[in-house]
């Protein structure tokens, strides 16, 4: 038997989109992405894979007006207790904890800030199975203007260490970062919200084939701590960014 994630790990990303033909077709073409179906109870859902591997899946929202974006998921190793663990600490649970199907049980919830976020005990499904290479996921970044009291939720609710520094606030699993909080006192009309990143090998060849496949450079390619990195807005308006890939060791 496979083991599962470590409790806290960023496992799976998922996007609900009012066009799902349309948000295949995009991801398909400039992340490398073929697809295959989805749990049956979720409807309209397909997972995305690399080389048959998982990397995220794409479904389509059902409720009226809500925005198109993508959701990151925490790996649990109970999400009843977690999910209960998020009503203690402030947070909300919107769905869940409810089965699908054989591949887990699976639980979204808000923290005290109201960015989204969801939870993965792994059954058939374990999450992702590729790595932070071309086409991955590649990092998870809470943009928040509370980030200190975001890292003590995520702390108490994941049951995880975190480090602070001068930019942003580390989750830990087993003493390395998986997953960032970032202070933003101002965003710009937005909701506090899980940032998603994906890896490419050249940020800025990502950011023109963004745009002549429909989509839109929000922040033009640049230099980060992790980086070289581009937020971009797929033709549905589901923002991401993505995030260079470090070259392979020889």
Do not use: K, N
């Not at 400039?30 to 697809?35: C, E, H, I, N, R």
């Not at 994941?158 to 101002?186: F, N, Q, S, Y």
Request: charged letters at 20%; proline letters at 7%.
């Amino acid at each position: 038997m496979e083991l599962r994630l470590a409790q806290g790990t960023p496992c799976w990303v998922s996007l609900l989109t009012d066009d799902l033909p349309g948000a295949r077709a995009f991801y398909g073409a400039l992340l490398g992405w073929t697809y295959s179906p989805g749990p049956g109870q979720l409807g309209a859902y397909v997972r995305a894979e690399l080389d048959g591997a998982p990397v995220a899946g794409l479904g389509v929202s059902t409720a009226t007006g809500f925005p198109v974006q993508w959701t990151t998921y925490f790996a649990v190793d109970d999400a009843d207790r977690t999910a209960q663990l998020v009503r203690e600490c402030g947070g909300t649970v919107a769905v869940g904890p409810v089965q699908a199907e054989r591949a887990g049980r699976m639980a979204v919830a808000a923290d005290v800030s109201g960015a989204v976020f969801g939870l993965w005990q792994a059954e058939e499904h374990l999450g992702r199975e590729a790595g932070a290479e071309p086409g991955g996921p590649a990092w998870a970044e809470l943009l928040t203007p509370d980030a200190d009291g975001a890292a003590v939720f995520y702390a108490a609710v994941l049951d995880l260490p975190v480090r602070g520094g001068t930019e942003e606030t580390a989750l830990l699993v087993d003493g390395r970062p998986v997953a960032g909080i970032r202070h933003r006192a101002d965003l710009r009309g937005h909701p506090p919200r899980w940032r998603t990143h994906f890896a490419v090998r050249d940020a800025e060849l990502t950011a023109r084939q963004t745009v002549d496949l429909g989509g839109r450079v929000l922040v033009e390619p640049h230099d980060t701590a992790r980086g070289r990195a581009a937020r971009l807005a797929d033709p549905q308006g589901g923002h991401f960014s993505v995030l260079e890939a470090a070259p392979r060791q020889a």
